[in-house]
């Protein structure tokens, strides 16, 4: 029941895991956060693809039979812990009232299994608000069980791990690499212009020159004629 709710709401935010590039980087940041840090940040510039990685993330921790709970940050950490609870408790269990993450934690205890390990990973989408995330990194992840990953920019994840202390680890999310960007593309690369390449690989403009160049053979000389060319289709 997780796994396919992951899976739409992923889907519904235009995830597709064929076109994912990096899909094979995620079963190796699963080896080097899980279970050793409770946090996991995910930083990177706007474009970037955090978002993508996020969510690839998640269905590498779903395909080891684990579940993923995955928000969209509201601005407020009380705000974006109870909505997450509400996907577990409600939307996932089908659960009726309501209960906060360290209820279903303190109840799992008390019903479930008195000494559980890791049952739920939290993942944060899009945290832009330096409070939200200073007081995102000083929850009691540990005792309730869960795991919490995040993305956010370096401005805001500083502050983050800052808070956290040594209970995070951190994985830069950058540009692709021209082969990376040679898959993503396809057959499209070998039209791309050589002084064009570098400029698309940020994955945003990638992902961009894809949707409006496809056969009609025109090419932009910088990011905004592709910019432009997009919200004037």
Same mark, same amino acid.
């Given at each position: 029941?997780?796994?396919?709710?992951?899976?739409?709401?992923?889907?519904?935010?235009?995830?597709?895991?064929?076109?994912?590039?990096?899909?094979?980087?995620?079963?190796?940041?699963?080896?080097?956060?899980?279970?050793?840090?409770?946090?996991?940040?995910?930083?990177?510039?706007?474009?970037?693809?955090?978002?993508?990685?996020?969510?690839?993330?998640?269905?590498? @921790? $779903?395909?080891?039979?684990?579940?993923?709970?995955?928000? &969209? =940050? /509201?601005?407020?950490?009380? #705000?974006?812990?109870?909505?997450?609870?509400?996907?577990?408790?409600?939307?996932?269990?089908?659960?009726?009232?309501?209960?906060?993450?360290?209820?279903?934690?303190?109840?799992?205890?008390?019903?479930?299994?008195?000494?559980?390990?890791?049952?739920?990973?939290?993942?944060?989408?899009?945290?832009?608000?330096?409070?939200?995330?200073?007081?995102?990194?000083?929850?009691?992840?540990?005792?309730?069980?869960?795991?919490?990953?995040?993305?956010?920019?370096?401005? @805001? $994840?500083?502050?983050?791990?800052?808070?956290?202390?040594? &209970? =995070? /680890?951190?994985?830069?999310? #950058?540009?692709?690499?021209?082969?990376?960007?040679?898959?993503?593309?396809?057959?499209?690369?070998?039209?791309?212009?050589?002084?064009?390449?570098?400029?698309?690989?940020?994955?945003?403009?990638?992902?961009?020159?894809?949707?409006?160049?496809?056969?009609?053979?025109?090419?932009?000389?910088?990011?905004?004629?592709?910019?432009?060319?997009?919200?004037?289709?």
């Amino acid at each position: 029941q997780g796994t396919l709710f992951l899976q739409r709401e992923i889907g519904r935010r235009g995830y597709n895991a064929t076109e994912d590039v990096r899909r094979d980087e995620h079963s190796v940041t699963v080896r080097e956060w899980y279970p050793r840090y409770p946090i996991l940040v995910l930083e990177g510039e706007s474009g970037q693809g955090k978002s993508w990685a996020l969510f690839g993330l998640g269905l590498e @921790i $779903a395909r080891h039979n684990a579940l993923c709970v995955l928000v &969209r =940050a /509201t601005g407020n950490a009380d #705000a974006t812990l109870q909505k997450a609870a509400h996907v577990f408790w409600q939307e996932i269990k089908h659960n009726d009232g309501v209960l906060s993450l360290s209820g279903i934690s303190r109840r799992r205890r008390e019903c479930v299994q008195p000494f559980a390990e890791l049952w739920l990973t939290v993942h944060v989408d899009s945290v832009q608000d330096a409070n939200e995330a200073r007081e995102l990194a000083l929850q009691p992840w540990e005792s309730w069980g869960v795991q919490f990953a995040v993305t956010c920019t370096p401005t @805001i $994840a500083k502050g983050l791990i800052a808070e956290a202390r040594n &209970r =995070a /680890t951190t994985v830069q999310v #950058a540009d692709f690499s021209e082969e990376q960007l040679r898959a993503y593309l396809g057959n499209s690369w070998a039209n791309v212009p050589a002084d064009v390449r570098d400029t698309l690989r940020r994955p945003l403009l990638a992902s961009l020159y894809r949707a409006v160049v496809g056969q009609s053979g025109w090419q932009p000389n910088n990011e905004y004629e592709l910019y432009d060319r997009y919200w004037g289709r």
